[in-house]
């Protein structure tokens, strides 16, 4: 029997409103981003465009298109990738958000796609690209934050409720407009499902040392709990639920390590993770 399409509260509608809000690009801004688009296509013309992400990675042609979101009924720019390139690059993704930072040359935020992906076929697909067209949106806006290593501890924090925060909207935005891609029946609530989703995607990415080095981690790790409240003043979640999380951090902590030495074995003898498994210990030594 096919399971009951989820419904929204009010409070959960609500709480989506404000997260469009937050994620949704100033007139200013947008009218920026597109300036830059126009330009960037106009230059493709003339030199055919490569993307290149990783080290002495010689990148993938891409075809550029305008897409007009659902979510804020604005054009932004998709760039088509070959297959093999994207699965290799980005192993566990369907579609991903590009910020660029690079001082020789500019591309403006996009959402990179499979080739394969090129029809958007499948209405799962659909809600995929809005998700990461909010994360465009919030690199337009600028509240997207630059997963880079912090030298200051507090930075690091900030950084890393900034990645929360931008997932538990991208998440909220995307199964407020599909709600019956939410797991309903296997989870809590959705608040819970979107905090959660954000939890883990910074944690894996603290754990590999995007916010701090990793002697900075355990710092890091241990004052997760006291931030958490400010973290998530802005998404306005249950604070039992908060106080949930704060309980089970080393639970969380423990299965971003785990899926990400799953996802890349080698990462095994990486200094952040090697921290990250020693704070564990140090917590086990403490119950
Ligand atoms: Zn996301």
Same mark, same amino acid.
């Given at each position: 029997? !096919? ?6 509260? #009010? @409070? ?8 469009? &809000?937050?994620?949704? +690009?100033?007139?200013?801004?947008? /009218? ?9 296509? +106009? ?6 465009? @490569? ?5 002495? *990675? ?26 093999? %390139? ?14 660029? #930072?690079? *001082? ?10 499979? /080739?394969? #992906?090129? /029809? ?5 697909? @659909? ?27 507090? !930075? ?12 538990? *909207?991208?998440?909220?935005?995307? &199964?407020?407009? %599909? ?13 819970? %499902? ?28 241990? !004052?997760?709990?006291? +931030?958490? *409240? ?18 089970? &951090? ?26 990250? #498994? ?6 086990? !030594?403490?119950?």
């Amino acid at each position: 029997m !096919a399971s009951m399409p989820y419904v929204l509260s #009010q @409070r959960e509608l609500l709480q989506s409103k404000h997260a469009l &809000l937050r994620s949704t +690009a100033t007139e200013k801004a947008y /009218r920026a981003y597109f300036a830059s688009v126009a330009q960037y296509l +106009a230059l493709s013309e003339s030199v055919p465009p @490569r993307i290149a992400l990783g080290d002495g *990675d010689a990148g993938s042609a891409i075809t550029l298109r305008l897409h007009e979101s659902v979510l804020s009924k604005r054009k932004y720019l998709i760039g088509f990738v070959e297959d093999a %390139w994207f699965a290799g690059t980005f192993p566990s993704y369907d579609a991903i958000a590009s910020i660029v #930072q690079n *001082d020789s040359y500019y591309i403006p935020p996009l959402v990179l796609v499979p /080739r394969r #992906q090129m /029809r958007f076929c499948t209405e799962m697909f @659909r809600s995929i690209l809005e998700h990461e067209l909010v994360h465009v949106n919030q690199a337009i806006r600028g509240t997207l934050p630059f997963r880079e290593p912090q030298a200051e501890l507090d !930075a690091a924090i900030s950084t890393f409720f900034g990645v929360v925060r931008s997932e538990f *909207d991208a998440n909220l935005l995307q &199964l407020a407009r %599909w709600p019956k891609f939410f797991p309903h029946e296997r989870v809590p609530s959705l608040e819970f %499902w979107c905090v959660l989703r954000g939890l883990a995607e910074a944690l894996e990415s603290a754990v590999t040392g995007a916010f701090c080095s990793a002697k900075m981690l355990t710092s890091l790790l241990s !004052a997760l709990r006291d +931030a958490f *409240d400010d973290g998530l003043a802005k998404c306005k979640v249950h604070g039992s639920l908060v106080n949930f999380f704060k309980r089970g &951090l080393p639970h969380f902590v423990s299965t971003a390590v785990s899926n990400r030495i799953e996802s890349q074995p080698a990462l095994v003898k990486n200094a952040s993770i090697e921290a990250a #498994q020693q704070w564990l210990r140090s917590c086990s !030594a403490k119950i």
